[in-house]
């Protein structure tokens, strides 16, 4: 039987990234802020309707340099319930990570445990729009304003989502982006940081080109952020597929959800005014031993969920035991179905009948 995995990473047909090679090769330009890269920055610019957007090497780096780009020292409130990157970037960057625990409904980071979070120290708020799903993004926007607090959304989920009208990427001091191959808009590694505000645009500008001003002048301290113009050109290719993409993904979440309306299983609940990617298919069980004994027969039958996000990133080993009650137990109860945009439904179905057996 076919191997069906959380996901699957989307691949234009050949002769057109093949196109953009035959132009690489007669320009010898090869990276360094090259045409296609910038021909991508503005089309994603264009596509997702945001001021400044700067591609980046990967989504992680994207963190980092945001993170360096708001001068943001000792703790940051973050979120346990994400990708271990969101933590890491912020210990890498040797600031605190400080967990506020999520809310039950959505998953995202609880703004009422940020408020019990804030010390003296406290400099920012990294939260994750997890699954796509917009944080309540006008309460945090409260707090950081009361606190004088930076924020910084990683929005690695939510390629163009949208919340009451505009692109999710349009709040907070900056957002960030992955274009991961597992991701909905890949360009193979790669990942974009977001802001509008025109100072910190220019921050972030020179920041990932080693802080270079001129070959031989700086404007301050940076590091490699890079991206080649291969990476570029896959984006290029896959850009215009997106809206085609999305709504193949809906279709087959629509289909679960029929599916699976008369289970005991739960999803997470996104807020009103969200248009979404239905970038992925996060189930919750009842118990923990209902989602191994599930996944156990799904593996048997040759199908391989992930368990997006365990564990709660407050139990990894290298950070101080704080506590998230809610995302541990989430975390331990949750399961991300296949979800990709040629998921045949048939498959969705086996999968579903899976599920309630
Ligand atoms: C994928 C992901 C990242 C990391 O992005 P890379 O491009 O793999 O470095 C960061 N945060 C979240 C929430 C992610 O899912």
């Not at 990276?31 to 945001?50: A, C, F, I, M």
């Not at 990294?126 to 699954?131: D, E, K, M, P």
């Not at 952020?225 to 896959?234: H, L, Q, R, V």
């Not at 299983?265 to 989602?291: D, G, H, I, M, R």
């Amino acid at each position: 039987m076919q191997q069906i995995n959380v996901t699957k990473t989307y691949l234009p047909p050949l002769e057109e990234y093949t196109a953009y090679l035959q132009g690489i090769w007669e320009r010898g330009h090869l990276t360094n802020h090259g045409p296609l890269l910038q021909e991508l920055e503005e089309k994603l610019k264009t596509y997702l309707g945001v001021k400044h957007l700067f591609v980046v090497n990967n989504g992680t780096i994207a963190l980092q340099i945001a993170i360096k780009a708001l001068g943001l020292k000792n703790e940051i409130i973050t979120t346990p319930f994400s990708y271990v990157a969101t933590t890491s970037s912020i210990a890498w960057e040797g600031c605190t990570p400080v967990f506020a625990d999520i809310d039950a409904k959505t998953l995202c980071i609880n703004p009422d445990e940020i408020k019990h979070k804030i010390t003296q120290a406290t400099t920012g708020i990294l939260a994750t729009h997890v699954y796509g799903i917009p944080c309540n993004v006008e309460a945090i926007k409260e707090i950081a304003e009361q606190h004088n607090l930076k924020i910084i959304y990683d929005a690695a989920h939510a390629f163009g989502v949208n919340y009451k009208g505009t692109s999710v990427l349009n709040y907070g001091d900056i957002s960030t982006l992955s274009f991961h191959a597992t991701k909905l808009f890949h360009t193979i590694e790669g990942g974009a940081i977001i802001t509008n505000d025109d100072e910190l645009a220019h921050k972030i500008s020179y920041m990932r080109n080693f802080g270079h001003n001129g070959p031989e002048a700086f404007f301050g301290v940076g590091i490699n952020g890079k991206t080649s113009e291969f990476n570029a050109a896959m984006g290029l290719c896959i850009l215009p597929k997106v809206p085609e993409l999305i709504e193949a993904r809906k279709r087959i979440s629509e289909l679960y959800d029929d599916l699976l309306k008369s289970t005991s299983l739960k999803k997470p609940e996104l807020p009103e005014a969200t248009e979404y990617n239905y970038a992925y298919y996060p189930v919750l069980f009842e118990t923990e031993e209902q989602l191994l004994e599930t996944r156990k027969r799904l593996n048997e039958n040759s199908v391989f969920p992930r368990r997006y996000f365990y564990p709660s990133l407050n139990t990894v080993n290298y950070m101080g035991k704080q506590d998230a009650p809610v995302s541990e137990d989430v975390s331990k109860r949750v399961l991300c179905l296949p979800i990709y945009f040629d998921l045949a439904e048939n498959d969705v179905r086996r999968i579903a009948t899976l599920l309630i057996n």
